[in-house]
Antibody, heavy 121, light 109 residues
């Protein structure tokens, strides 16, 4: 069974930092790209970032480029999102998702449960 | 930048009726289009990929069609568990942006 278990969400002050984690099981994690998607309260889904299977090929949404860093540790089957210089508009539930079709031209097929990041003073 | 639009924003349907949801891309995304279902407090679930292929375990009452810029998700006979928000998403461009549409809420009439 594919499982993506997320952790790390918290309340943080504007300008602060936070690291989210996503632990994968039930598939060969190191073979597939992974992504982060967020959802602001009461709003729709917004893609945040994607990383290739080996850890290269990272891409970001314009809204987070230069502030967020996606990474992965294939020895621990874990995906990360390092978030710096956080703003109120980064407040959202963050989801990790797998792209198990191979490469980037495939859908987000399995999703974590989501973790809430609140940026407030 | 590829912009995805969906219509209608809200669709009120009675159980057992057919629901037709539309998704449009601002430029061709070929068949690199997915549909997701999201219920309150839950993560999205992949329903359809490659515009018309049902994901594993998805009931046959869900079907997708279209290519290029115009896509449709059809739910042939709505069940109580189908009332949710549905999002389309493209995964065609480079560098990747995985753009989502704004969603269509299907609620009970």
């Amino acid at each position: 069974e594919v499982r993506l278990v997320q952790s790390g969400g918290d309340v943080v002050h504007p300008g602060g930092s936070l690291r989210l984690s996503c632990a994968a099981s039930g598939f060969i994690f190191s073979n597939y790209a992974m992504s982060w998607v967020r959802q602001a309260p009461g709003k729709g889904l917004a893609w945040v970032s994607v990383i290739g299977a080996s850890g290269g090929g990272a891409h970001y949404a314009d809204s987070v480029r230069g502030r967020f860093t996606i990474s992965r540790d294939n020895s621990k089957n874990t995906l990360y999102l390092e978030m710096n210089s956080l703003r109120a508009e980064d407040t959202a539930v963050y989801f990790c998702a797998s792209i198990r079709g191979g490469g980037y031209f495939h859908p987000l097929d399995f999703w974590g449960q989501g973790t809430l990041v609140t940026v407030a003073s | 930048e590829i912009v995805m639009t969906q219509s209608p924003a809200t669709l009120s349907v009675s159980p057992g009726e057919r629901a037709t949801l539309s998704c449009r891309a601002s430029q061709s995304v070929n068949s690199n289009l997915a549909w997701y279902q999201q219920k309150p407090g839950q993560a999205p679930r992949l329903l359809i990929h490659a515009a018309s292929t049902r994901a594993t375990g998805i009931p046959v009452r869900f079907s997708g069609s279209g290519s290029g810029t115009e896509f449709t998700l059809t739910i042939s006979s709505l069940q109580s568990e189908d009332f949710a928000v549905y999002y389309c998403q493209q995964y065609d461009n480079w560098p990747p942006t995985f753009t989502f549409g704004p969603g269509t809420k299907v609620d009970i009439k």
